[in-house]
């Protein structure tokens, strides 16, 4: 069974670990020792979010991923690394070396430096992510991490301040003002001239079911979609797309995925979310509660949407990998 998922970071982390302890859960009762049950999961991860820090190339979001299905993910953040020290960082600081809004930590620097150096031997990004998947156990699991592109891009917002408008990058936004710093637009330099890594388009097209996980629609699964060919692929895939709501109550879980859609004038509504995919979308979880309006073509399954733990993670991904199938089934049947 293959299935694609295009992530963020701690919100697709989680909900995919999540769907890999259901399989786990569940393939006892279901696989009957046949391997075309067993899960093969293709991630394609956001980089629309990696800056460049003391020289090192950071991707945020991959770096999740590979910690949370790794295991070695700090669970109190849901980012960097267990049981952290910041001997570096502290350093920096006393060194007067900036940014200190963006703290790293010291076996997370480990990953930024070997990515860097692997980078700078002009090696591309997607077997630089296939080195750091095999440290990180993803293969056995049946994972493989692609980014989204092997072709640097960098989100940048536009922002007001003092009645002037600048653009600073994305995590300075993001982490530095959380946020708060009034949004007018977002600019994703390099993405023009983006083309998807290798593997992102077949594994899409290849897929029994494509999942969204939870993933911030603007700024991770916005602009996964931004790159040239991945939207056309997931109207052309033969896999039903199923999506899982990053708002509950109209409001995130996580992040700031509000101000985001405020930003390009989206209502902070799962509606709203799913209409962003609509013209690929077949299924969408949404929590219990949240309204959301009868939509021709569109499967609608309410969830409790909170990620409380690895159990619960597991329950929500299972329901949507379930509707995933039952809806490729009754393609497959029509």
């Not at 989680?14 to 991630?43: K, M, Y």
């Not at 969204?212 to 939207?231: A, T, W």
């Not at 708002?247 to 995925?257: D, K, S, T």
């Amino acid at each position: 069974m293959r299935i694609t998922a295009l992530a963020g970071g701690v919100g697709g982390a989680r909900f995919l670990r999540g769907l890999l302890h259901h399989a786990r859960r569940t393939a006892p009762q279901t696989s009957g020792g046949n391997d075309s049950d067993r899960l093969e999961l293709t991630v394609v991860g956001n980089t629309g979010d990696d800056i460049t820090l003391f020289g090192l190339r950071v991707c945020p979001d991959i770096d999740t991923l590979l910690y949370t299905l790794g295991g070695g993910v700090h669970e109190g953040q849901g980012w960097g690394r267990a049981d952290e020290t910041h001997h570096v960082a502290e350093e920096l600081a006393a060194l007067g070396a900036e940014p200190q809004w963006f703290t790293l930590g010291d076996k997370d620097f480990a990953t930024h430096v070997h990515r860097s150096q692997l980078l700078g031997q002009g090696m591309p990004l997607s077997a630089v992510v296939d080195r750091l998947s095999a440290r990180w156990g993803l293969p056995e699991q049946g994972v493989r991490l692609l980014p989204m592109t092997d072709t640097p891009v960098e989100t940048h917002v536009v922002v007001e301040e003092a009645g002037e408008q600048r653009a600073i990058h994305f995590q300075e936004w993001w982490v530095r003002h959380r946020a708060a710093l009034p949004a007018e637009r977002f600019v994703v330099a390099g993405l023009d001239r983006a083309t998807a890594a290798p593997g992102v388009l077949d594994a899409i097209r290849e897929a029994d079911v494509v999942l969204l996980p939870p993933s911030n629609p603007v700024v991770s699964i916005g602009i996964i979609l931004g790159v040239p060919g991945v939207r056309d692929a997931l109207r052309g895939s033969r896999a039903p797309v199923v999506g899982v709501s990053p708002l509950v109550g109209g409001r995130p879980v996580r992040g700031h995925a509000d101000v985001c859609l405020r930003t390009i004038g989206v209502e902070e509504s799962s509606a709203a979310v799913a209409g962003l995919y609509s013209d690929f979308l077949a299924g969408w979880l949404v929590d219990e509660d949240d309204p959301m309006p009868d939509r021709r073509g569109l499967e609608v399954l309410r969830r409790p949407l909170l990620m409380s733990s690895v159990e619960a993670a597991a329950d929500m991904a299972g329901a949507a990998l379930d509707l995933g199938l039952r809806l490729r089934a009754e393609r497959a049947s029509a």
